[in-house]
């Protein structure tokens, strides 16, 4: 049997209840909101921004450790609340635990100023506008040493210097200076782009970080900020709807950067963190950013604020959605409405005809080099692409059951689609050749633009033949001979359940018994082998993403054409210069033609200068 352990006295009392001194739950606290330097920079500054100044001065040495300082124009302070200030939360924008459903402001814990001064030797000068003169407070690890009176401007200054000395644990566990001193630059960053009408200022030990005026507007803020070559790759997005509003700037379609370094978040003007709005703005965008690229973005979200919770984490760094379904369809809905429209307008750009072309639209085409085709001819041309060739693995075709809109002839359908009245025709573009095999080579008046034809031909196809889905529209091809396969049972049962949805979308798959299956009909553009692994990719992809395609049909189906166009673009047999041409045609019609369904760029541009430079 086992016995309590025996306690001493001197045990006994240690162990009792007791209240903390407000010292020591004030230094308590300063390791929850007081993370790094950074994290003081982060609360003194919103505490200007809520204070309502025009005008932010932050300045800081050795990466924050010996000091910290920030001074704002705002509304300042009397003397009694400059004494308050310094309490245990105490704060001026709460009065009720209800005005937690609705937080207005950036700052309202009311722990922030008292557990900085716990860890750190603190200053605090503030005068409210129509006071004659200014009180200032000092701190030294949590005790008040002196108050007086001050001469000063209207608003308040505090500085922070040995942050925590007198917790020498916490201070150890500090990074470089290097390291600190990009944190604190990238919190004022990006706090100065949610208000660029407000003056920023950051200096570091004597040297000026940035320094940007009050800004008429978002965009010349970040050139400020961040820099003008980021600035210049960004377009504007403003979505809203009742309770609902997405703004701010997005990279445009084709651009992308190596990390999510560049890629940023605002709830009602607030930097956060939330994997919901990340992930629905990757997912939106995968089809415009190169692969393996992430967009730059800065996204302000503005939501009714009691559905929003800010109170997540003691730095209020990251929040949670009340419902995050609706929000994120909206998202969703509004970055790929945005990026088709910047899409559209980037293939316009190349396809307007010239009033006056210039002396290189008009020039001879040059001698090719070794492996690229002479040719000279415009797309401004007429279409002359020769009908596809039957399907090799079909001996007999049956009547199609439902109206028929099949794919674009470049990409190998079983029949020709005629070029619509509406299909760009970019006749800016002069056609110089092919250069190994799969780059089409095009003369503009800008430089040399070069398309991958396989990339190209997957976009066509995949708009083309999700828009077939989409209306019902689709012809199918009997099998003379059925083909048969097997599947795990848990993909078995997968495909067994969904057949309707198989059939409905041209391939015709029944069981056989078990976990075997035959197909007995493929859609027409299906040619060659390889059907059988086709359909059991295609469940796969159902059975990883979780969709059910008789509820999330709409998802189902991009998903069957993003595998249909990246098999069309497999095995497309090389291309003749006719079918190039109508290529480019049909891509320049396409809603998104800068890349294909995974994200590779259908083409690239090489300037005039560039080449010059080269």
Known sequence: MLKAPVQTPEKQAASRIRILPDRVANQIAA????????????ELVENSLDAGASRIDVYFEDGGRRLIRVEDDGCGMCPDDVLLALERHATSKLRDAADLNAIHSFGFRGEALPSIASVSRFTLRSRAEGWA???EVTVHSGRV???????MAAGTRIEVAHLFESVPARRKFLKSDRTESAHIALCCRLLAVAHPGVSFSLSENGRTVFRSPACPGLSERVAEVFGRELAAELRPIEVSRPGLRLSGLISRPGQGRATRSELFWYANERPVENRVLSGTLLEAAKGFIPRGRFPAAFLFLDIQPDALDVNVHPTKREIRLRDETSVRNFVAEAVLNRMEELARESSQRLSAPIENPGPSALRPAVTPGPGVRPAARTLAEPDRTPGPQPARDTVQRMPATLPVRPPVAATNAPAKRPCPAG???PSRWRYLGTAHGNFVLFETPDGLLCLNRTAAQSRVFYEDYLQSLREGSLLAQQLLFPRLFELPPLLADILERHTDFFRANGFGVESFGGDSFRVTSLPAWFEGEGCE???????????????RPDRDAELARDTLARLASAHAARTSAPADEMEVLALARRLMSCKNPLADPRGRPTYFELSRGEMEKR
């Open 31 to 42: 390791g929850e909101v007081v993370e790094r330097p950074a994290a003081v920079v982060k």
């Open 423 to 425: 299909d760009a025709l």
């Open 145 to 151: 040493n002196d108050t007086r009176a001050v001469g």
């Open 533 to 547: 692994d086709f359909i059991k990719e295609a469940v796969e992809r159902i059975a990883e993403n979780g969709m």
């Open 133 to 135: 003169e200014g009180t």
